[in-house]
């Protein structure tokens, strides 16, 4: 098995960012092969390395539990109890009515810290749906871009920022107790994903790129009507420290949320979570998907009549 890494150590891009990208080998598992790879950027050099390398972590634990019957146990963030699960409610899952992708999955040295990125990363992917879906979000500016900002996840707040650079343009989220951090995630992941597409389109050559995290135009349309229509935001900061307790970042309208350590037999100095929830979405919340989804507490904030009036979301 081959494992690559890339760090590209100049900034000639996007600002003052380093953008790394590791691509080690992909695990096959009853037959299915399961993401690997990871990327990311920061200002730091060592640290955009360390994101990509625990991204990858994470992307390669989500097969090993694919089609599993056997129960495990798991610990109920909201309940303070144990419970058994079906493994397979902790990895990828190709049916459309229980589909389920690296959503809520997060590798940390800390297990404490790995349950919290996990925590974030969930309900960032759920509040895209209410903000999409449902107008549930208040608009602000962040370095001059437009921002919607989601508040059901209280004390999180969950930021969808657009950026147009350079002719290109993108989507990105971000989650924190603390909105002007929220709004930075956000940018950075727009940044990223900008970044890969350029990266993608110059090793090719110009003659393919990764279209599916470019913006479309109706989606671009529509974020701009969202913007339009939503009001300006009173934010009251949550003060939320690393220490602090992981189920005070859980609404009350939210009944269970199931974590597990997932197998990680390539690097075990990182602890590798996963979250589960049968109130939320467990991945991209893509129309089909909301449709095909029955008896979730998040549904009674999305009105389905609604959905074929707007174009699907974007990949993220």
């Keep these: 098995m081959n494992n690559h890494f890339w760090h590209f150590p100049r900034k000639p891009l996007f600002l003052n960012y380093y953008f790394s990208s590791i691509k080690p080998g992909k695990i096959s598992y009853q037959g299915h092969s399961g993401p690997s790879g990871g990327n990311a950027i920061d200002e730091r050099a060592d640290l955009s ?8 972590l994470d992307r390669r634990s989500s097969v090993f539990w694919y089609n599993n019957k056997a129960y495990t146990e798991v610990y109920d963030l ?70 919607l900002v989601n508040t059901d996840f209280y004390p999180l707040y969950n930021a969808l920022i657009f950026l147009e650079l350079d002719g290109r343009s993108c989507f990105g989220m971000g989650s924190s107790g603390v909105l002007e951090e929220a709004c930075q995630k956000a940018f950075e992941e727009a940044l990223l994903l900008l970044y890969e597409n350029s990266h993608a389109e110059f090793l090719l050559q110009g003659k393919s790129r990764l279209s599916y995290q470019l913006t479309d135009k109706e989606q671009k349309g529509y974020f701009k009507s969202l913007v339009r229509n939503a009001a300006e935001g009173n934010f009251k900061e949550a003060d939320i420290g690393e220490q602090g307790d992981v189920k005070e970042l859980i609404p009350n309208w939210i009944h269970h949320v199931y974590v597990s350590l997932i197998p990680n037999h390539y690097n075990p100095l990182f602890k590798v979570t996963k979250l589960y929830s049968p109130d939320l979405f467990a991945s991209l919340p893509y129309r089909d998907i909301v449709l095909a989804e029955k008896g979730k507490s998040i549904l009674r904030f999305i009105n389905e009549k609604n959905l074929a009036k707007v174009p699907d979301i974007p990949s993220l």
């Design 49 to 56: 390395m360390l994101k990509s390398f625990s991204e990858s």
């Design 78 to 147: 909201v309940t303070n109890s144990f419970v058994r699960i079906r493994k397979e409610q902790f990895a990828l899952s190709n049916s459309l009515n229980a589909y389920r992708d690296t959503t809520g999955t997060a590798a940390h040295t800390s297990g404490s810290q790995a349950v919290s990125n996990a925590l974030q990363e969930l309900f960032q992917k759920n509040a895209l749906a209410l903000i999409w879906y449902s107008q549930r979000s208040y608009r602000r500016k962040f370095k001059g871009f437009d921002v």
